[in-house]
Protein backbone atom coordinates (compact mmCIF):
# COMPACT_ATOMS: atom_id res chain seq x y z
CA UNK A 1 0.00 0.00 0.00
CA UNK A 2 1.01 3.62 -0.79
CA UNK A 3 2.19 5.89 1.66
CA UNK A 4 -0.72 8.41 0.41
CA UNK A 5 -3.27 5.69 0.82
CA UNK A 6 -1.77 4.84 4.35
CA UNK A 7 -2.42 8.74 5.19
CA UNK A 8 -6.20 8.48 2.96
CA UNK A 9 -7.40 5.80 5.43
CA UNK A 10 -6.14 7.24 9.00
CA UNK A 11 -7.98 10.34 7.59
CA UNK A 12 -11.27 7.98 7.31
CA UNK A 13 -10.94 6.61 10.69
CA UNK A 14 -10.60 9.71 12.40
CA UNK A 15 -13.57 11.46 10.21
CA UNK A 16 -15.65 7.94 11.12
CA UNK A 17 -14.54 8.25 14.88
CA UNK A 18 -15.51 12.28 15.26
CA UNK A 19 -18.77 11.51 13.95
CA UNK A 20 -19.27 8.63 16.08
CA UNK A 21 -18.08 10.62 19.37
CA UNK A 22 -20.60 13.32 18.48
CA UNK A 23 -23.44 10.85 18.25
CA UNK A 24 -22.58 9.69 21.59
CA UNK A 25 -22.13 12.92 23.15
CA UNK A 26 -24.95 14.62 21.18
CA UNK A 27 -27.18 11.80 23.01
CA UNK A 28 -25.70 12.62 26.34
CA UNK A 29 -26.32 16.41 26.03
CA UNK A 30 -30.22 15.15 25.19
CA UNK A 31 -30.54 12.66 28.28
CA UNK A 32 -32.50 13.83 31.37
CA UNK A 33 -30.49 15.18 34.23
CA UNK A 34 -31.43 13.12 37.53
CA UNK A 35 -30.22 13.05 41.16
CA UNK A 36 -29.87 9.81 43.18
CA UNK A 37 -29.44 8.87 46.55
CA UNK A 38 -28.73 5.22 47.88
CA UNK A 39 -30.51 3.31 50.20
CA UNK A 40 -29.52 3.31 53.56
CA UNK A 41 -30.35 1.43 56.79
CA UNK A 42 -31.28 3.46 60.22
CA UNK A 43 -34.05 4.15 62.42
CA UNK A 44 -37.82 5.50 61.06
CA UNK A 45 -39.83 7.20 63.55
CA UNK A 46 -43.48 7.15 62.14
CA UNK A 47 -45.65 9.94 63.59
CA UNK A 48 -48.65 12.10 62.94
CA UNK A 49 -48.34 15.61 62.41
CA UNK A 50 -51.63 18.20 63.91
CA UNK A 51 -51.66 21.57 64.32
CA UNK A 52 -52.40 23.47 67.65
CA UNK A 53 -51.77 25.85 69.96
CA UNK A 54 -50.46 26.43 73.58
CA UNK A 55 -53.29 26.40 76.63
CA UNK A 56 -53.41 26.80 80.20
CA UNK A 57 -53.82 23.64 81.79
CA UNK A 58 -54.74 25.31 85.56
CA UNK A 59 -56.37 28.15 85.53
CA UNK A 60 -59.02 30.17 87.91
CA UNK A 61 -61.97 32.23 86.28
CA UNK A 62 -63.17 34.64 88.26
CA UNK A 63 -66.76 35.05 87.87
CA UNK A 64 -68.67 38.53 89.35
CA UNK A 65 -71.42 37.53 91.29
CA UNK A 66 -74.11 39.62 89.80
CA UNK A 67 -74.19 41.98 86.50
CA UNK A 68 -72.53 44.76 87.71
CA UNK A 69 -69.87 47.59 86.73
CA UNK A 70 -66.58 47.54 87.76
CA UNK A 71 -65.63 49.95 90.92
CA UNK A 72 -61.67 49.13 90.93
CA UNK A 73 -59.39 47.08 88.97
CA UNK A 74 -56.21 46.51 91.64
CA UNK A 75 -54.28 44.33 89.25
CA UNK A 76 -52.39 44.63 86.03
CA UNK A 77 -52.16 42.12 82.79
CA UNK A 78 -50.14 39.42 83.53
CA UNK A 79 -49.24 40.68 87.31
CA UNK A 80 -48.40 37.65 89.28
CA UNK A 81 -50.80 37.01 92.49
CA UNK A 82 -51.49 35.30 95.66
CA UNK A 83 -54.16 33.64 96.99
CA UNK A 84 -56.75 36.12 97.89
CA UNK A 85 -55.14 38.85 96.76
CA UNK A 86 -57.74 41.34 95.98
CA UNK A 87 -58.00 41.55 91.58
CA UNK A 88 -61.14 43.84 91.46
CA UNK A 89 -64.00 45.42 93.17
CA UNK A 90 -67.64 45.98 91.61
CA UNK A 91 -69.87 48.96 92.29
CA UNK A 92 -71.10 47.20 95.69
CA UNK A 93 -74.66 49.32 96.06
CA UNK A 94 -76.92 47.17 94.54
CA UNK A 95 -75.54 44.46 96.26
CA UNK A 96 -75.64 46.30 99.88
CA UNK A 97 -79.49 47.08 98.46
CA UNK A 98 -80.31 43.31 97.81
CA UNK A 99 -78.82 42.42 101.74
CA UNK A 100 -80.64 45.42 103.26
CA UNK A 101 -84.14 44.33 101.66
CA UNK A 102 -83.56 40.30 102.57
CA UNK A 103 -82.28 41.25 106.13
CA UNK A 104 -86.00 43.32 106.39
CA UNK A 105 -87.83 39.92 104.87
CA UNK A 106 -85.56 37.56 107.44
CA UNK A 107 -86.77 39.98 110.55
CA UNK A 108 -90.52 40.36 109.36
CA UNK A 109 -90.81 35.94 108.86
CA UNK A 110 -88.57 36.04 112.02
CA UNK A 111 -91.42 38.30 113.74
CA UNK A 112 -94.09 36.18 112.19
CA UNK A 113 -92.58 32.88 113.13
CA UNK A 114 -92.58 34.19 116.80
CA UNK A 115 -96.27 35.35 116.87
CA UNK A 116 -97.29 32.03 115.21
CA UNK A 117 -96.03 30.13 118.07
CA UNK A 118 -97.95 31.64 120.65
CA UNK A 119 -100.86 29.49 121.91
CA UNK A 120 -103.96 31.93 121.26
CA UNK A 121 -104.10 34.79 118.84
CA UNK A 122 -103.01 38.13 120.50
CA UNK A 123 -101.14 41.25 119.67
CA UNK A 124 -98.18 39.50 118.64
CA UNK A 125 -100.08 37.62 115.84
CA UNK A 126 -101.47 40.83 114.91
CA UNK A 127 -97.95 42.39 114.51
CA UNK A 128 -96.81 39.28 112.84
CA UNK A 129 -99.61 39.23 110.15
CA UNK A 130 -99.12 43.02 109.91
CA UNK A 131 -95.47 42.90 109.45
CA UNK A 132 -96.26 40.47 106.74
CA UNK A 133 -98.04 43.10 104.80
CA UNK A 134 -96.00 45.91 105.11
CA UNK A 135 -93.10 43.35 103.35
CA UNK A 136 -95.46 43.23 100.80
CA UNK A 137 -96.22 46.44 99.95
CA UNK A 138 -92.86 46.68 100.32
CA UNK A 139 -92.10 44.71 97.26
CA UNK A 140 -94.76 46.29 95.55
CA UNK A 141 -93.12 49.93 96.14
CA UNK A 142 -89.45 48.12 95.04
CA UNK A 143 -91.72 47.06 91.52
CA UNK A 144 -93.30 50.52 91.20
CA UNK A 145 -89.63 52.05 91.87
CA UNK A 146 -88.47 50.09 89.00
CA UNK A 147 -91.42 50.86 86.26
CA UNK A 148 -90.83 54.02 87.27
CA UNK A 149 -87.24 54.23 86.50
CA UNK A 150 -87.45 52.00 83.26
CA UNK A 151 -90.13 54.91 82.12
CA UNK A 152 -87.38 57.15 82.33
CA UNK A 153 -84.05 55.46 81.69
CA UNK A 154 -82.80 52.41 79.71
CA UNK A 155 -82.05 49.06 81.42
CA UNK A 156 -77.88 49.60 83.19
CA UNK A 157 -76.38 46.64 84.80
CA UNK A 158 -77.71 47.45 88.29
CA UNK A 159 -81.33 47.29 86.96
CA UNK A 160 -80.53 43.99 85.84
CA UNK A 161 -79.01 42.99 89.53
CA UNK A 162 -82.04 44.46 91.07
CA UNK A 163 -84.16 42.17 88.19
CA UNK A 164 -82.65 39.23 89.64
CA UNK A 165 -83.02 39.78 93.45
CA UNK A 166 -86.60 40.73 93.01
CA UNK A 167 -86.39 37.06 91.22
CA UNK A 168 -84.86 35.69 94.17
CA UNK A 169 -87.38 37.55 96.50
CA UNK A 170 -90.42 36.62 94.19
CA UNK A 171 -88.99 32.73 94.49
CA UNK A 172 -88.42 32.46 97.80
CA UNK A 173 -92.31 33.62 98.50
CA UNK A 174 -93.68 31.51 95.91
CA UNK A 175 -91.86 28.35 97.91
CA UNK A 176 -92.66 29.85 101.50
CA UNK A 177 -96.43 30.14 100.34
CA UNK A 178 -96.48 26.34 98.40
CA UNK A 179 -94.96 24.97 101.56
CA UNK A 180 -97.55 26.57 103.44
CA UNK A 181 -100.46 25.40 101.13
CA UNK A 182 -99.24 21.67 100.82
CA UNK A 183 -98.51 21.69 104.77
CA UNK A 184 -101.97 22.48 106.00
CA UNK A 185 -103.61 20.68 103.57
CA UNK A 186 -101.95 17.31 103.87
CA UNK A 187 -101.94 17.92 108.09
CA UNK A 188 -104.67 20.16 108.26
CA UNK A 189 -107.46 19.77 105.85
CA UNK A 190 -107.38 16.23 104.50
CA UNK A 191 -107.13 14.55 107.61
CA UNK A 192 -110.34 16.57 108.90
CA UNK A 193 -113.53 14.46 109.41
CA UNK A 194 -116.31 15.65 106.42
CA UNK A 195 -118.07 17.82 106.53
CA UNK A 196 -115.61 20.02 107.34
CA UNK A 197 -115.58 23.65 109.22
CA UNK A 198 -116.14 26.76 107.15
CA UNK A 199 -112.93 28.21 108.57
CA UNK A 200 -111.16 25.73 107.51
CA UNK A 201 -112.42 25.68 104.12
CA UNK A 202 -111.80 29.90 104.24
CA UNK A 203 -108.29 29.07 105.50
CA UNK A 204 -107.50 26.62 102.67
CA UNK A 205 -108.62 29.48 100.49
CA UNK A 206 -106.87 31.63 101.27
CA UNK A 207 -103.96 29.34 101.05
CA UNK A 208 -104.41 28.46 97.71
CA UNK A 209 -104.95 32.54 96.66
CA UNK A 210 -101.89 33.25 98.30
CA UNK A 211 -99.81 30.66 96.68
CA UNK A 212 -100.98 31.48 93.04
CA UNK A 213 -100.50 34.87 93.26
CA UNK A 214 -96.57 34.33 94.26
CA UNK A 215 -96.35 32.19 91.17
CA UNK A 216 -97.92 34.76 89.16
CA UNK A 217 -95.52 37.15 90.64
CA UNK A 218 -92.31 34.79 90.03
CA UNK A 219 -93.23 34.43 86.50
CA UNK A 220 -93.40 38.34 85.63
CA UNK A 221 -90.58 38.58 87.86
CA UNK A 222 -88.35 36.08 85.59
CA UNK A 223 -90.02 37.10 82.26
CA UNK A 224 -88.82 40.92 83.23
CA UNK A 225 -85.49 39.85 83.83
CA UNK A 226 -85.56 37.87 80.55
CA UNK A 227 -86.62 40.88 78.66
CA UNK A 228 -83.55 42.51 80.14
CA UNK A 229 -80.90 40.06 79.90
CA UNK A 230 -82.16 39.32 76.49
CA UNK A 231 -81.56 42.84 74.73
CA UNK A 232 -85.49 43.59 74.34
CA UNK A 233 -86.57 47.25 74.08
CA UNK A 234 -87.94 49.63 76.40
CA UNK A 235 -91.00 48.91 75.73
CA UNK A 236 -91.00 45.47 76.46
CA UNK A 237 -89.14 46.12 79.41
CA UNK A 238 -91.80 48.60 80.71
CA UNK A 239 -94.39 45.90 79.85
CA UNK A 240 -92.81 43.28 82.02
CA UNK A 241 -92.32 46.04 84.70
CA UNK A 242 -96.00 47.23 84.74
CA UNK A 243 -96.64 43.45 85.16
CA UNK A 244 -94.54 43.05 87.94
CA UNK A 245 -96.05 46.12 89.57
CA UNK A 246 -99.06 44.71 89.66
CA UNK A 247 -99.01 41.33 90.54
CA UNK A 248 -96.71 42.70 93.31
CA UNK A 249 -100.16 45.10 94.37
CA UNK A 250 -102.37 41.78 93.76
CA UNK A 251 -99.61 40.00 96.55
CA UNK A 252 -100.43 43.18 98.53
CA UNK A 253 -103.72 42.81 98.46
CA UNK A 254 -103.53 39.01 99.21
CA UNK A 255 -101.64 39.72 101.89
CA UNK A 256 -104.52 41.80 103.90
CA UNK A 257 -106.70 39.01 103.07
CA UNK A 258 -104.68 36.63 104.58
CA UNK A 259 -103.98 38.65 107.38
CA UNK A 260 -107.51 38.75 108.26
CA UNK A 261 -108.66 34.88 107.40
CA UNK A 262 -106.09 32.63 108.82
CA UNK A 263 -106.83 34.00 112.46
CA UNK A 264 -109.22 31.13 112.04
CA UNK A 265 -106.89 28.89 110.42
CA UNK A 266 -105.15 25.86 112.43
CA UNK A 267 -102.21 27.54 114.89
CA UNK A 268 -100.23 24.58 113.75
CA UNK A 269 -100.59 25.09 109.98
CA UNK A 270 -99.97 28.35 110.26
CA UNK A 271 -96.85 28.03 112.16
CA UNK A 272 -95.79 25.37 109.46
CA UNK A 273 -96.32 28.46 106.69
CA UNK A 274 -94.05 30.91 109.25
CA UNK A 275 -91.27 28.33 109.54
CA UNK A 276 -91.21 27.61 105.84
CA UNK A 277 -90.83 31.39 105.17
CA UNK A 278 -88.41 31.79 107.60
CA UNK A 279 -86.22 29.42 106.09
CA UNK A 280 -86.92 31.04 102.74
CA UNK A 281 -86.08 34.57 104.24
CA UNK A 282 -82.83 32.80 105.23
CA UNK A 283 -81.89 31.29 102.66
CA UNK A 284 -82.62 34.93 100.38
CA UNK A 285 -80.52 36.85 103.27
CA UNK A 286 -77.11 34.53 102.81
CA UNK A 287 -77.47 34.64 98.92
CA UNK A 288 -77.21 38.32 99.30
CA UNK A 289 -74.52 38.40 101.72
CA UNK A 290 -72.57 35.78 98.98
CA UNK A 291 -72.85 38.16 96.60
CA UNK A 292 -71.85 41.26 98.89
CA UNK A 293 -69.05 39.79 99.27
CA UNK A 294 -68.17 37.85 95.73
CA UNK A 295 -68.46 41.77 94.81
CA UNK A 296 -64.78 41.69 96.24
CA UNK A 297 -62.94 39.62 93.51
CA UNK A 298 -59.98 37.40 94.65
CA UNK A 299 -56.85 35.22 93.21
CA UNK A 300 -58.20 32.02 93.87
CA UNK A 301 -54.70 30.61 93.98
CA UNK A 302 -51.32 31.56 93.12
CA UNK A 303 -50.66 32.33 89.62
CA UNK A 304 -50.20 34.87 86.82
CA UNK A 305 -53.85 37.09 86.47
CA UNK A 306 -55.18 37.61 82.84
CA UNK A 307 -57.49 39.99 81.85
CA UNK A 308 -60.12 38.14 79.49
CA UNK A 309 -62.23 39.50 76.70
CA UNK A 310 -66.14 40.04 77.47
CA UNK A 311 -66.81 38.68 73.90
CA UNK A 312 -70.81 37.69 73.70
CA UNK A 313 -71.89 38.67 76.79
CA UNK A 314 -71.02 42.71 75.76
CA UNK A 315 -72.10 42.20 72.35
CA UNK A 316 -75.52 41.17 73.12
CA UNK A 317 -75.99 44.02 75.41
CA UNK A 318 -74.84 46.15 73.15
CA UNK A 319 -72.04 47.94 74.95
CA UNK A 320 -68.46 48.23 73.28
CA UNK A 321 -65.62 48.39 74.67
CA UNK A 322 -62.77 48.18 72.14
CA UNK A 323 -61.11 45.24 72.74
CA UNK A 324 -63.17 43.86 75.60
CA UNK A 325 -61.03 43.24 78.36
CA UNK A 326 -62.15 44.82 81.76
CA UNK A 327 -61.45 47.88 82.91
CA UNK A 328 -62.67 50.92 85.28
CA UNK A 329 -66.41 51.11 84.40
CA UNK A 330 -67.02 47.73 82.60
CA UNK A 331 -69.73 45.82 82.77
CA UNK A 332 -69.75 42.40 83.73
CA UNK A 333 -71.98 39.38 83.64
CA UNK A 334 -71.73 36.09 85.44
CA UNK A 335 -71.67 34.73 81.94
CA UNK A 336 -68.35 35.94 81.41
CA UNK A 337 -65.28 35.88 83.61
CA UNK A 338 -63.23 39.10 82.74
CA UNK A 339 -60.46 37.67 84.94
CA UNK A 340 -58.57 34.54 85.06
CA UNK A 341 -55.19 33.29 87.20
CA UNK A 342 -53.01 31.00 85.29
CA UNK A 343 -50.58 28.92 86.18
CA UNK A 344 -47.62 29.38 83.61
CA UNK A 345 -45.43 27.18 84.30
CA UNK A 346 -47.88 24.76 83.43
CA UNK A 347 -48.88 25.24 80.05
CA UNK A 348 -49.77 22.57 77.55
CA UNK A 349 -50.22 22.21 73.70
CA UNK A 350 -53.79 20.99 72.46
CA UNK A 351 -52.97 19.30 69.04
CA UNK A 352 -56.04 18.19 66.81
CA UNK A 353 -55.45 15.72 65.23
CA UNK A 354 -57.70 14.15 62.76
CA UNK A 355 -60.13 11.34 63.66
CA UNK A 356 -58.64 9.34 61.31
CA UNK A 357 -55.15 9.22 63.06
CA UNK A 358 -56.75 9.48 66.74
CA UNK A 359 -56.53 5.64 66.98
CA UNK A 360 -52.84 4.90 66.92
CA UNK A 361 -52.27 8.01 69.58
CA UNK A 362 -51.83 6.47 72.78
CA UNK A 363 -50.56 8.21 75.97
CA UNK A 364 -46.96 8.49 76.90
CA UNK A 365 -46.13 8.37 72.89
CA UNK A 366 -43.03 11.00 72.61
CA UNK A 367 -44.19 14.24 70.87
CA UNK A 368 -42.12 17.36 69.65
CA UNK A 369 -43.86 20.46 69.40
CA UNK A 370 -42.93 23.60 67.29
CA UNK A 371 -43.78 27.25 67.54
CA UNK A 372 -44.56 29.54 64.71
CA UNK A 373 -43.56 32.39 67.24
CA UNK A 374 -40.54 30.52 68.03
CA UNK A 375 -38.72 29.01 65.06
CA UNK A 376 -35.57 28.51 66.81
CA UNK A 377 -37.11 25.95 69.65
CA UNK A 378 -38.45 22.60 69.85
CA UNK A 379 -40.06 21.56 72.96
CA UNK A 380 -39.44 17.11 73.24
CA UNK A 381 -42.45 15.95 75.33
CA UNK A 382 -45.02 13.46 75.40
CA UNK A 383 -48.87 12.68 75.43
CA UNK A 384 -50.20 13.42 78.39
CA UNK A 385 -53.93 12.82 77.88
CA UNK A 386 -56.44 12.91 74.66
CA UNK A 387 -60.13 14.19 75.24
CA UNK A 388 -62.84 12.08 75.06
CA UNK A 389 -64.97 14.46 72.56
CA UNK A 390 -64.30 15.65 69.61
CA UNK A 391 -64.31 19.22 68.18
CA UNK A 392 -64.78 21.37 64.85
CA UNK A 393 -61.96 22.27 62.76
CA UNK A 394 -61.69 25.69 60.99
CA UNK A 395 -62.23 23.30 57.70
CA UNK A 396 -65.36 21.53 58.93
CA UNK A 397 -63.45 18.40 60.05
CA UNK A 398 -63.57 16.22 62.49
CA UNK A 399 -60.68 15.90 65.15
CA UNK A 400 -59.98 15.13 68.95
CA UNK A 401 -57.27 17.13 71.40
CA UNK A 402 -54.34 15.70 72.45
CA UNK A 403 -52.92 17.39 75.47
CA UNK A 404 -49.18 17.46 75.62
CA UNK A 405 -47.29 19.43 78.43
CA UNK A 406 -44.83 22.28 77.23
CA UNK A 407 -41.72 21.10 79.60
CA UNK A 408 -39.20 24.61 80.20
CA UNK A 409 -41.56 26.65 78.13
CA UNK A 410 -40.29 29.74 80.82
CA UNK A 411 -41.33 32.95 80.55
CA UNK A 412 -40.99 32.92 76.47
CA UNK A 413 -43.96 30.79 75.63
CA UNK A 414 -47.25 32.65 75.84
CA UNK A 415 -50.95 31.76 75.91
CA UNK A 416 -52.66 31.11 72.44
CA UNK A 417 -49.13 30.67 70.68
CA UNK A 418 -49.65 28.94 67.56
CA UNK A 419 -47.43 25.74 66.54
CA UNK A 420 -47.19 22.73 64.95
CA UNK A 421 -46.87 18.49 66.74
CA UNK A 422 -45.25 15.59 65.36
CA UNK A 423 -46.25 12.75 67.99
CA UNK A 424 -44.24 9.36 67.12
CA UNK A 425 -46.64 6.39 67.14
CA UNK A 426 -43.76 3.74 66.15
CA UNK A 427 -40.21 3.68 65.30
CA UNK A 428 -38.96 1.02 63.16
CA UNK A 429 -35.36 0.33 64.02
CA UNK A 430 -32.33 -1.03 61.71
CA UNK A 431 -35.08 0.20 58.63
CA UNK A 432 -33.97 0.12 54.67
CA UNK A 433 -35.54 3.64 53.67
CA UNK A 434 -35.80 6.10 50.85
CA UNK A 435 -36.49 9.32 50.14
CA UNK A 436 -40.54 8.99 49.68
CA UNK A 437 -40.16 11.36 47.00
CA UNK A 438 -38.59 8.45 44.99
CA UNK A 439 -41.55 5.83 45.36
CA UNK A 440 -44.12 6.15 42.76
CA UNK A 441 -47.41 4.58 42.71
CA UNK A 442 -49.25 2.65 39.45
CA UNK A 443 -51.51 0.56 39.90
CA UNK A 444 -51.41 -0.52 42.94
CA UNK A 445 -48.17 -1.02 43.16
CA UNK A 446 -45.42 0.96 44.31
CA UNK A 447 -41.77 1.56 42.00
CA UNK A 448 -38.67 3.28 42.41
CA UNK A 449 -36.11 4.05 39.58
CA UNK A 450 -32.70 3.19 40.13
CA UNK A 451 -29.22 4.57 38.55
CA UNK A 452 -27.39 1.81 36.69
CA UNK A 453 -25.17 2.03 34.29
CA UNK A 454 -26.08 5.37 32.56
CA UNK A 455 -29.05 4.34 32.16
CA UNK A 456 -33.11 4.53 34.25
CA UNK A 457 -34.14 1.09 35.68
CA UNK A 458 -37.79 0.80 36.99
CA UNK A 459 -37.78 -1.81 39.97
CA UNK A 460 -41.08 -2.86 41.84
CA UNK A 461 -40.44 -2.79 45.61
CA UNK A 462 -42.68 -3.65 48.57
CA UNK A 463 -43.24 -0.73 50.94
CA UNK A 464 -43.52 -0.70 55.03
CA UNK A 465 -44.20 2.64 57.04
CA UNK A 466 -44.18 5.57 55.64
CA UNK A 467 -43.46 9.18 57.13
CA UNK A 468 -43.42 12.77 55.74
CA UNK A 469 -39.98 12.27 54.30
CA UNK A 470 -39.07 8.13 54.61
CA UNK A 471 -40.38 5.35 52.33
CA UNK A 472 -39.57 1.85 54.38
CA UNK A 473 -38.30 -0.28 51.45
CA UNK A 474 -39.22 -4.06 52.64
CA UNK A 475 -37.98 -5.39 49.16
CA UNK A 476 -37.05 -4.38 45.70
CA UNK A 477 -33.98 -2.85 46.42
CA UNK A 478 -30.99 -3.38 48.48
CA UNK A 479 -28.96 -1.29 50.67
CA UNK A 480 -26.83 1.13 48.83
CA UNK A 481 -28.45 1.04 45.75
CA UNK A 482 -28.95 4.40 43.93
CA UNK A 483 -32.18 5.36 43.85
CA UNK A 484 -33.12 8.39 41.59
CA UNK A 485 -34.51 11.23 43.78
CA UNK A 486 -35.31 14.03 41.72
CA UNK A 487 -35.70 14.17 37.26
CA UNK A 488 -38.17 11.39 37.82
CA UNK A 489 -41.25 13.16 35.59
CA UNK A 490 -41.64 11.62 32.39
CA UNK A 491 -38.52 8.94 33.04
CA UNK A 492 -38.81 6.08 31.15
CA UNK A 493 -37.36 2.52 32.04
CA UNK A 494 -34.05 1.80 30.49
CA UNK A 495 -33.60 5.44 29.37
CA UNK A 496 -30.23 7.29 29.32
CA UNK A 497 -29.50 9.52 32.09
CA UNK A 498 -27.12 11.97 33.51
CA UNK A 499 -26.67 11.54 36.81
CA UNK A 500 -25.62 15.09 38.53
Do not use: C
Not at 89 to 96: A, L
Not at 388 to 405: D, E, M, Y
Not at 412 to 439: F, H
Not at 458 to 473: F, H, M, S
Amino acid sequence: MSKGRVIAAVVALVVVGGIVAAVVLGRNASAPSVTVERAKRSSLAVTVSASGKTEADTKGDIYPPAPGTLASIDVVDGQAVKEGDIIAVMDTTPFELQVAQAQAAYEAALAQSDSVSQSAPSSADKAAASASVSAAYNAYEAASDQYNALKTAKPDPAAVAQAEAAVAVAQASYDAASAAYDSYKTSVYDPAPLPRDAAMETALAALSLARDQAYANLANAQQALSALLSGQGTAAGLVAAKSAKDQAWAAYQGALAQQAKLASASTSAAKSAADAGVTAARVALNYAVANLEKATMRAPHDGTVVFNGAGSALAAAGISSGSGKPALGSSVSPAAAPFSVVYFDQLVFNAQVDEADIAAVKPGLKATVNLDALVADTFQSGVERIDKTSVVTPTGGTAFSVIIRLKDAGDRVLLGMNGSADIEIDSISDALTVPIEAVLDEAGKSYVFIAENGKAKKVEVTTGQLTDTRAQIISGVSEGTNVIVSGISGLKDGATIRVN
